[in-house]
Nanobody, 122 residues
Framework: QVQLVESGGGLVQTEGSLRLSCVAS????????MGWYRQAPGKQRELVAG???????NYADSVKGRFTISRDNAKNTVYLQMNSLKPEDTAVYSC????????????????WGQGTQVTVSS
């Protein structure tokens, strides 16, 4: 069982920056993909960025060039650096751990944090 706790959300003006952190209770080095998702009011949850255990990253088109995901396995922490924020980035951002690495096998596992609110004012 892995517990995820996000922090770093808040209110920021357009073009401002925030850095979100997701601290895991267990080792994230055994997690296949760590990701950040967001859900705005009235909209479906969407993937913002993901990072694999080998450091490969992917981003939603809407955040490419503005957001950066990184992971520090020693600290069991995943970060989301968000720059040039826009009002449309306003949402609850949640951390996700997907897939547990067990030797040569990736077993199913799926953990979520409680989310942190990001509000960008125009």
């Amino acid at each position: 069982q892995v517990q995820l706790v996000e922090s770093g959300g808040g209110l920021v003006q357009t073009e401002g920056s925030l850095r979100l952190s997701c601290v895991a209770s267990g080792s994230i080095s055994s997690i296949n993909v760590m990701g950040w998702y967001r859900q705005a009011p009235g909209k479906q949850r969407e993937l913002v960025a993901g990072i694999t255990s080998t450091g490969n990253t992917n981003y939603a088109d809407s955040v490419k060039g503005r957001f950066t995901i990184s992971r520090d396995n020693a600290k069991n922490t995943v970060y989301l650096q968000m720059n040039s924020l826009k009002p449309e980035d306003t949402a609850v951002y949640s951390c996700n751990a997907d897939g547990c690495i067990m030797g040569e096998v990736i077993a199913w596992c799926d953990y979520w944090g409680q989310g942190t609110q990001v509000t960008v004012s125009s």
